[in-house]
């Protein structure tokens, strides 16, 4: 099956500080892809989707201003963290689709101390 | 809205013991439905799934039947091994919305040789 990347896998800040993850598609074209979070022991909510060319779109609730993404290519979109805080630690994926199958990133573990 | 409720884990079987996780879900119209899992260290992989009422999705061992009357879509196997070790998520996607994926909470699965 299709492969998405997603690096990197585990990331400690300091509160203050950006934090930026991304997501490569490496053997497909993506024109979307999918930036999901989850906090421990619950769903994966589904944050913003990430469309190539454009603009993001934003699920209610989430700040496009303090999660920040940037799809510039086919192959990669990113997912900056700004200004993060203790409440934002938590696990980070993101998905592709390929032939109507979703693809998903190992994931981020991001811990802002 | 819609939403996925599957059983809390942690699960923890002996070898060769009958596995199901309970998952039932709650949507409008005729969603497709998912089971994810995710191994040690890897990204959330397809495992099977049914997208009409009735079918039986189906992959190594494991079986899930799509029951509309129950809206549910139990995860089975008749026979688990250590290697089936991982956290399994219960998934749909809407009639409305093929590309939005809503997952249930994941249930961690662990297998003692």
């Known amino acids: 099956g299709a492969v998405v990347s997603q690096h990197p896998s585990r990331v400690i800040c300091k509160s203050g500080t950006s934090v930026k993850i991304e997501c490569r598609s490496l053997?497909?074209?993506?024109?979307?892809m999918f930036w999901y979070r989850q906090f421990p022991k619950q769903s994966l909510m589904l944050m913003a989707t990430?469309?190539?060319?454009?603009?993001?779109?934003?699920e209610q609730g989430v700040e496009k201003d303090k999660f920040l993404i940037n799809h510039a290519s086919l192959t990669l979109s990113t997912l900056t963290v700004t200004s993060a805080h203790p409440e934002d630690s938590s696990f980070y994926i993101c998905?592709?689709?390929?032939?109507?199958?979703?693809?998903f990133g190992q994931g981020t573990r991001l811990t802002v101390v | 809205g819609d939403s996925v409720t599957q059983m809390e884990g942690p699960v923890t079987l002996s070898e060769e013991a009958f596995l199901t996780i309970n998952c039932t879900y709650t949507?409008?119209?005729?969603?497709?439905l998912f089971w994810y899992v995710q191994y040690p260290g890897e990204g959330l992989q397809l495992l099977l799934k049914?997208?009409?009422?009735?079918d039986k999705g189906s992959n190594k061992g494991f079986e899930a039947t799509y029951r509309k009357e129950t809206t549910s879509f139990h995860l089975e196997k008749g026979s688990v091994q250590v290697s089936d070790s991982a956290v399994y998520f219960c998934?749909?996607?809407?009639?409305?919305?093929?590309?939005?994926?809503?997952f249930g909470s994941g249930t961690r699965l662990s297998i003692r040789p």
């Open positions: 949507a409008t119209g005729y969603p497709s």
């Open positions: 053997d497909f074209q993506a024109t979307t």
């Open positions: 990430s469309n190539e060319g454009s603009k993001a779109t934003y």
């Open positions: 998905s592709a689709t390929a032939n109507t199958e979703a693809f």
């Open positions: 049914a997208t009409k009422a009735d």
């Open positions: 998934a749909l996607t809407p009639s409305s919305s093929a590309s939005k994926i809503i």
